[in-house]
Antibody, heavy 129, light 110 residues
Framework: QLQLQESGPGLLRPSETLSLNCTVA??????????WAWIRQPPEMGLEWIGS???????YFSPSLKSRVTMSVDPSKNRFSLRLDSVTAADTAVYFC?????????????????????WGPGILVTVSS | QSALTQPASVSGSPGQSITISCTGI?????????VSWYQKHPGKAPKLIVY???NRPSGVSGRFSASRSGNTASLTISGLQTEDEAEYYC??????????FGGGTSVSVL
């Protein structure tokens, strides 16, 4: 069972860069069994997928955020990170890190990363001058 | 793919059944249906309750069932309980390895 925990600053000024970490417990961040993802929820709004990354380095981003988003991993700290450049008030949200299981060890089968089965508790990031 | 459309709110009395719709689903080129549903209580992380249209993860109550017809997916909660009061989100995985969420449906137990 994975456990995920977000960390990072809770308050940013407009135009600054948002940097969040997600520390993973229960398996290696370098495992082939998972995709790692970021999802956010602005106040009074719905969930929005930001991006996903596989151990191989393959990354996929929301078309609306692609120009400002970077995802990376730090195997030494068993965590993955989100970087969002040039933030505005519209980026105020609770940010969740999540994981998608893609390998069934019982069947020895890989699957597409088609849902998010592990989530962190979320971290509120406010962008305000 | 544009955001998926869900009703803003659905309500029911304890013991009743309610259904939440999610329209705008497109089929992945290989013909598989990658629709998932999440339950979210205020201040908590979302919880996966249905995947691949109509499969429940281990530990999820059998009162949750789901289906798909054409471009609409549906989640039904049977035997409604007060603990079911939450936001519910559908999600579609696309063939470009991107994801689209529905706008969310607030479920109230009267």
């Amino acid at each position: 069972q994975l456990q995920l925990q977000e960390s990072g600053p809770g308050l940013l000024r407009p135009s600054e860069t948002l940097s969040l970490n997600c520390t993973v417990a229960g398996d290696s961040i370098s495992s082939r069994s998972y995709y790692w993802a970021w999802i956010r929820q602005p106040p009074e709004m719905g969930l929005e997928w930001i991006g996903s990354r596989y151990y191989s380095g393959s990354t996929y981003f929301s078309p609306s955020l692609k120009s400002r988003v970077t995802m990376s991993v730090d195997p030494s700290k068993n965590r993955f990170s989100l970087r969002l450049d040039s933030v505005t008030a519209a980026d105020t949200a609770v940010y969740f890190c999540a994981a998608t299981t893609v390998y069934d060890s019982i069947r020895g089968t890989y699957y597409l990363p088609r849902y998010f089965d592990y989530w962190g508790p979320g971290i509120l990031v406010t962008v305000s001058s | 793919q544009s955001a998926l459309t869900q009703p803003a709110s659905v309500s029911g009395s304890p013991g009743q059944s309610i259904t939440i719709s999610c329209t705008g689903i497109t089929t992945v080129d290989d013909g598989y249906n990658y629709v998932s549903w999440y339950q979210k209580h205020p201040g908590k992380a979302p919880k996966l309750i249905v995947y691949d249209v109509d499969n429940r993860p281990s530990g999820v109550s059998g009162r949750f069932s789901a289906s798909r017809s054409g471009n609409t997916a549906s989640l039904t909660i049977s035997g409604l309980q007060t603990e079911d009061e939450a936001e519910y989100y559908c999600n579609s995985f696309t063939n470009s390895y991107t994801y689209v969420f529905g706008g969310g449906t607030s479920v109230s137990v009267l």
